[in-house]
């Protein structure tokens, strides 16, 4: 029977559901607003000692991301060529977006290792010197977004780190795509997946000025969502 529930569990599609509700005591709270897409949802209230947040997020399903995708022929013949080279492995077996978007990960993981080193994050650099941090990882899964023809952008914000129930919010950069049926989605190319510990900052925002804040959490929970 375990054996049974055990290929079961593999071969059943599952998402987690995450909601997070935390108060963090950030002196400008203008800096947030509400933000919704297909797999993430945020809504801001502010009021004289802070901000609340309650965030709401679905990690995503690479195999339901069966849309198939093509090369981007005019796009990949302009870059550099070690961009080449990685996109074609990259490439290899991938039919759908959810391939495509797995096969990331995947060099990702075992091609780039985080460094917080003062190095240049742009792709061929991060390519180069197999160390990226987390705008390094967003340019580099962006890039290969779109050689396949996939529209991305870079989102700023935060990663909701915990201690104690104690929220310290870290500096972080990743990726909303655009997949057919417009609908937006986040992906983390650095943490490889997407919870609602994440907190996103305005885009008329300039990013590296604001002020170090924390928080506390209010409550949170999680779900397994079949599909």
Not at 174 to 184: K, M, S
Not at 187 to 205: A, E, G, M
């Amino acid at each position: 029977m375990k054996t049974l529930l055990l290929v079961f569990y593999i071969w059943m599609p599952l998402r987690q559901e995450s909601n997070l509700e935390v108060f963090v005591a950030c002196r400008t709270p203008e800096i947030f607003s509400n933000y919704r897409n297909y797999n993430f949802k945020q809504e801001i209230r502010s009021d004289a000692d802070g901000l609340h947040v309650k965030l709401k997020s679905q990690t995503l399903s690479f195999k339901n991301l069966n849309h198939a995708i093509a090369s981007d022929d005019s796009y990949v013949a302009g870059q550099n060529p070690l961009v080449k080279v990685i996109f074609n492995q990259v490439r290899q077996n991938a039919i759908s977006i959810g391939d495509y978007l797995q096969n990331i990960s995947s060099f990702l993981t075992n091609a780039i290792t985080y460094s917080e080193a003062d190095l240049p994050q742009d792709t061929v650099a991060v390519l180069l010197n197999r160390r990226a941090h987390c705008i390094g990882y967003a340019n580099v899964a962006q890039t290969l977004l779109a050689c396949v023809g996939i529209v991305s952008r870079s989102i700023n914000g935060f990663y909701l780190r915990e201690n104690d129930a104690v929220i310290e919010p870290v500096p972080h950069r990743w990726l909303e795509i655009d997949l057919p049926g417009e609908r937006r989605v986040f992906y983390d190319p650095q943490y490889q997946d997407f919870s609602s510990r994440y907190l996103v900052t305005d885009p008329s925002v300039v990013f590296n000025r604001i002020e170090r804040f924390l928080g506390v959490v209010v409550r949170k929970s999680n779900k397994i969502m079949d599909e």
